[in-house]
């Protein structure tokens, strides 16, 4: 792995993450961390994600990432909170993520690779995720986030959580694929519900959290003295 880092949360960050953003005040920050912790979702899919793209069917929800959405420009209209409806935007639409591809041929949002466009689905378990999930649906037509907020709302959550690191959409991925390794998913199993283009990032996941629990069986019993 070279660029970014590899740095998932611990077993134990991940429960004080979570903490933090269900006792956060502003929904759209708990929706944020929830959300990329349960999918793995990458930052710029979250950002552009629309109210069809949430489905469900027999109770179970799932989100379908497409190959090609409307870019409307991260902030959207009138920026959130902004209860006069005056027009925040000054960046224009599309944001600057989509206006910098250079195969960008109109104002469309296009997934990162050909295995991209994917179906999540959402843990039936995690009610509270999926009745955020519902809120966000009926009553937004975007999320009213950009690619640098919604890094900043994980950083605000890292804080709130006091894990004295710093926490980007991308370390919540690289969490959620330890997540499903730790639940025994197979490299392509991982791969297709994270939509790799890839097996390697899948097998690193899996080395990853191995490792991991034999440094926590010897950290417990000590296995010197055996
Ligand atoms: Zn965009």
Redesign the pocket.
């Known amino acids: 792995m070279t660029g970014r880092g590899f740095k998932p949360l611990k077993l134990d960050q991940i429960q004080v993450f979570e903490e933090a953003a269900k006792d956060a005040d502003n929904p759209i920050r708990t929706l944020t961390g929830r959300l990329l912790l349960h999918t793995g979702m990458r930052n710029?899919e979250f950002?552009?994600m629309r109210p069809w793209w949430v489905l469900e069917k027999n109770g179970n929800y799932r989100i379908d990432i497409p190959r090609r959405e409307e870019?409307?420009?991260?902030a959207g209209e009138a920026g959130f909170g902004n209860q006069n409806q005056f027009d925040l935007s000054d960046r224009g639409?599309?944001?600057?993520?989509?206006?910098n591809r250079p195969h960008r041929e109109d104002n469309r949002?296009t997934c990162k690779t050909r295995s991209s466009d994917r179906t999540i689905p959402i843990n039936s378990e995690q009610e509270d995720l999926i009745d955020l999930l519902k809120w966000w649906k009926e009553g937004y037509d975007y999320l009213p986030l950009s690619h640098r907020s919604v890094n900043y709302h994980l950083k605000q959550l890292a804080e709130e959580a006091g894990l004295n690191r710093k926490v980007t959409a991308h370390d919540l991925r690289h969490t959620h694929g330890t997540m499903l390794a730790r639940m025994d998913w197979t490299a392509v199993q991982i791969m297709d519900r994270l939509g790799h283009g890839s097996i390697q990032m899948p097998r690193k996941y899996i080395t990853y959290t191995a490792q991991a629990s034999r440094d926590l069986v010897e950290e417990k019993y000590d296995m010197d003295n055996l």
């Open positions: 710029g950002n552009h870019c409307v420009g991260g639409k599309p944001c600057s993520k989509c206006r949002w």
